[in-house]
């Protein structure tokens, strides 16, 4: 299973667009909320998660994506099943997303060290121990992270080319139209 994490103040694009790509792709992934299953965005557009916080399993876990935005980002850092996920996931060889303000939390938790990543443009001094990629997605192994909003679509697409290769990111890519 792919945890997707929402806590109040999350980009709305960046969490939404990700698990509608992944899902497209027949990636199984499920919207985790963070306090409640009725989460708001930083954009005050209301989402219900399919899952609570205390319902994730790591006998389960596949992988832990985090979105961005403010003060969602925070939120999500000062929750302690996150940073367990987060933890597990390194522990365990499983792969990490996080986009924008997100591989900030990374960072804090000291799991960026010795990889290349990227972030929202003011956050690059929160990713202790990693080294700026340049572009707006990135991948250095089991890590994809992206730059914002705007990098949304190709942040999935990357985590579906890594999940199932480049063939169904192509395919995916095409049913979309996007270029």
Avoid: W
């Avoid at 992944?22 to 930083?42: M, N, P």
């Avoid at 443009?121 to 991948?139: D, K, M």
């Amino acid at each position: 299973m792919i945890y997707l994490f929402l806590a109040d103040g999350f980009e709305e694009i960046e969490a939404l667009a990700t698990v509608d790509v992944l899902r497209r792709a027949d990636l199984e992934v499920k919207t985790v909320g963070v306090g409640s299953k009725r989460v708001t965005g930083s954009h005050h557009i209301v989402v219900e998660a399919d899952l609570e916080q205390f319902e994730v399993l790591t006998d389960t876990m596949e992988m832990v994506i985090l979105p961005g935005g403010m003060p969602g980002t925070l939120n999500l850092e000062n929750s302690p099943v996150v940073t367990a996920s987060l933890r597990y996931c390194a522990d365990n060889g499983l792969p990490i997303g996080a986009i924008c303000a997100a591989p900030s939390v990374l960072g804090h938790l000291g799991l960026l060290k010795g990889k290349k990543a990227l972030c929202f443009p003011g956050f690059e001094q929160e990713l202790e121990g990693a080294e700026l990629a340049p572009g707006f997605v990135c991948r250095d192994g089991l890590l994809v992270t992206g730059k914002g909003p705007g990098a949304s679509l190709e942040f999935a697409l990357e985590i579906v080319r890594m999940l199932k290769g480049e063939d169904t990111a192509q395919k995916v890519r095409v049913s979309m139209q996007c270029p």
